[in-house]
């Protein structure tokens, strides 16, 4: 499951290599604070909630044995830390997404999105997918936490369902279905606005 | 196939995962059936919605943010600064002369004293403050 060079990263990680620590960081930081801002809806929360999945990371290594990749281990701590989070939060009733959607957050348009040369969208044509995006955004925070997670993984991440599998800890089937449902749902949220 | 099953296969047929006789027999129902038609439709733009959102990119200083939390939490045992060699051998060098300047202090003192006492002679303060002179 795990490749030479992942091998040597995870030895000089065991062996606290000055350098591995930041060079892993460096590999898994965007997709963990991706997973976790889409999760979370909130900048801040994410933003500390990734800093404390590399710690768990850190503090962890040694019981990696390499049954799954580097990356699907960090997304299981990472959906795990997002779970807990979110418990944690609905206790304190806690929601605040105002921060989300900020410009300069942005550094990878999406696919068929990019403004490329020749093509840079007017202002209306930005404002209005700004918008479009705060309303998927809106309607994926409204899923539940285990549909929203595999929709995450699935339909943001572009993870395979192999890898949904081992970090949900769930069957294939129950990934499908779920994600099924997730879909289905976020067709009727968006419908009125898609039609 | 009925309506129910038809937006049944909707994901695996969006994800490529249908029997090509299940392709067919979907694409046929959908053909003839102008709600699951547009329902499909309504799917397929949402996924390009989901598909179309931005990626973003972790914060500036995360290494740094997660080091020094790291450190804190361990007391400094991880990722403290290292002392360079030179600085090492600059601390060292300062404690050894401190050392040998009070070792130095203290023998020219016990030598002192013990020279008067086989001359028979208690010092007195005075003496001893003089010889220290």
């Given at each position: 499951?795990?490749?030479n060079?992942?091998?040597r990263l995870v030895?000089?990680?065991k062996?606290?290599?000055?350098?591995?620590f930041?060079?892993?960081?460096k590999?898994?930081?965007?997709?963990?604070?991706?997973?976790?801002?889409?999760?979370?809806?909130?900048r801040?929360?994410?933003?500390?909630?990734a800093?404390?999945v590399?710690?768990?990371?850190?503090?962890?290594?040694?019981?990696?044995?390499?049954?799954s990749?580097?990356a699907t281990?960090?997304?299981?701590?990472?959906?795990?830390?997002?779970?807990?989070?979110?418990?944690?939060?609905?206790?304190?009733?806690?929601?605040?997404?105002?921060?989300?959607f900020?410009?300069?957050?942005?550094?990878?348009?999406?696919?068929?999105?990019?403004?490329?040369?020749?093509?840079?969208?007017r202002?209306?044509?930005?404002?209005?997918g700004?918008?479009?995006?705060?309303?998927?955004q809106?309607?994926?925070?409204?899923?539940?936490?285990?549909?929203?997670l595999?929709?995450?993984?699935?339909?943001?991440?572009?993870?395979?369902?192999?890898e949904?599998?081992?970090?949900?800890?769930?069957?294939?089937?129950?990934v499908?279905?779920?994600l099924?449902?997730?879909?289905?749902?976020?067709?009727?949220?968006?419908?009125q606005h898609?039609? | 196939?009925?309506?129910d099953?038809?937006?049944?296969?909707f994901t695996?047929?969006?994800d490529e995962?249908?029997?090509?006789?299940?392709v067919?027999?979907?694409?046929?129902?959908?053909a003839?059936c102008?709600?699951?038609?547009?329902?499909?439709?309504t799917?397929?733009?949402?996924?390009?919605?989901?598909s179309?959102?931005?990626?973003?990119?972790?914060?500036v200083?995360?290494?740094?943010?997660?080091?020094?939390?790291?450190?804190?939490r361990?007391?400094?045992?991880?990722?403290?600064?290292?002392r360079?060699?030179?600085?090492?051998?600059?601390?060292?060098?300062f404690?050894l002369i401190?050392?040998f300047?009070?070792?130095?202090?203290?023998?020219?003192?016990?030598?002192?004293?013990t020279?008067?006492?086989?001359?028979?002679?208690?010092?007195?303060?005075?003496?001893?403050?003089?010889?220290?002179?």
């Amino acid at each position: 499951m795990v490749g030479n060079a992942e091998k040597r990263l995870v030895r000089k990680l065991k062996a606290r290599a000055p350098g591995a620590f930041e060079s892993l960081i460096k590999n898994h930081q965007s997709s963990v604070f991706n997973l976790l801002y889409r999760m979370l809806s909130n900048r801040e929360e994410a933003e500390d909630l990734a800093q404390e999945v590399f710690i768990t990371v850190f503090k962890q290594i040694e019981a990696f044995r390499g049954d799954s990749s580097l990356a699907t281990w960090i997304y299981r701590i990472a959906s795990n830390h997002c779970i807990n989070r979110k418990k944690y939060l609905a206790r304190r009733r806690h929601y605040d997404s105002k921060s989300l959607f900020d410009m300069e957050d942005r550094v990878q348009p999406a696919q068929g999105k990019s403004p490329i040369s020749g093509q840079v969208p007017r202002p209306d044509e930005m404002a209005e997918g700004l918008q479009m995006e705060r309303l998927v955004q809106e309607a994926i925070f409204g899923l539940d936490e285990e549909h929203r997670l595999v929709l995450v993984l699935r339909d943001i991440q572009n993870l395979s369902y192999e890898e949904i599998e081992e970090i949900v800890g769930v069957p294939a089937g129950t990934v499908k279905s779920r994600l099924h449902r997730a879909r289905m749902a976020l067709k009727e949220k968006l419908a009125q606005h898609l039609r | 196939m009925d309506h129910d099953r038809a937006r049944e296969l909707f994901t695996a047929y969006h994800d490529e995962e249908l029997s090509s006789s299940e392709v067919e027999e979907l694409e046929s129902h959908l053909a003839a059936c102008e709600a699951c038609s547009v329902e499909w439709d309504t799917y397929r733009r949402t996924m390009e919605e989901i598909s179309g959102l931005h990626k973003f990119a972790a914060p500036v200083g995360m290494t740094e943010a997660v080091e020094q939390k790291i450190k804190r939490r361990s007391k400094g045992r991880f990722f403290s600064e290292q002392r360079s060699f030179s600085t090492q051998f600059a601390i060292v060098s300062f404690i050894l002369i401190l050392l040998f300047m009070a070792a130095y202090l203290v023998l020219t003192e016990v030598t002192e004293i013990t020279v008067l006492e086989e001359d028979g002679k208690t010092p007195t303060a005075q003496e001893r403050d003089a010889g220290a002179r």
